[in-house]
């Protein structure tokens, strides 16, 4: 009972780990890992805003609710326009660089930020992100895009944080396809012991034993 009870918790075991490992990988792979591969190379800079402005017209958002309607959200389209100088480079400052929170938001070249939940909500962001970084000559660290001077982010995903990503997960995978082995083994290994106790007991080599000679 000692053996089944052992196999069935390293069978159970086994699936739950690769499982939560192929959907950790998935979801950090989207939410991490690619961010981070598209920014990489992206230029470390010293940004100066120049002006921060609402744009007279709301943007809209379809999403796709519980109950299968669709309902449009609207969001204010803040635009916060930054001067950049990035070390080294022969272009110098660049005052129509438009400054996005992140290089999510920069996907769809806009507004300084994309936020799609209630309309109240997204109002709120807005104007807290203008409050933080849209006053006339702040300046801070940004990250510039090296095939669009135009383009900045605010923030970008660090190495250390793209590493925890892959490899947590990878740990999932490697421990569930371990144990696995490792039943696979122990159960090989019962076999065995249970076709040479029969060779003891009763003097008659079983098919297997033959094989494993």
């Known amino acids: 009972m000692a053996v089944v009870k052992c196999s069935t918790v390293y069978f159970c075991v086994g699936p ?35 002006n921060a402005t609402f744009e007279p017209t709301q943007c809209s958002c379809s999403r796709h609710v519980a109950d299968a309607r669709w309902c449009a959200e609207k969001y204010p389209c ?20 438009l400054l996005f929170r992140s290089w999510g938001d920069a996907f769809y070249k806009n507004c300084s930020l994309h936020e799609c939940a209630a309309e109240e909500w997204n109002l709120k962001l807005s104007r807290r992100f203008r409050a933080s970084w849209g006053h006339t000559g702040q300046q801070f660290a940004c990250y510039v895009n090296p095939y669009d001077v135009g383009t900045v ?7 250390p944080l793209a590493i925890h990503a892959i490899f947590w997960p990878m740990l999932c995978l490697c421990t569930g396809a371990a144990v696995w082995l490792g039943l696979c083994v122990g159960c090989w290994r019962i076999e065995v012991d249970q076709n040479e106790y029969r060779v003891h007991a009763y003097g008659v080599p079983t098919r297997e034993t033959i094989l494993l000679r």
């Open 78 to 97: 803040l635009k916060v326009f930054v001067y950049h100088d990035v070390p080294g480079a022969d272009n110098g400052s660049t005052p129509t660089a």
């Open 16 to 50: 739950v780990l690769v499982f939560v490992g192929v959907v950790l990988l998935c979801a950090f792979g989207f939410s991490v890992l690619l961010p981070h591969q598209a920014t990489r190379s992206w230029l470390p800079a010293s940004c100066t805003v120049a």
């Open 153 to 159: 982010i605010l923030t970008r995903t660090s190495t």
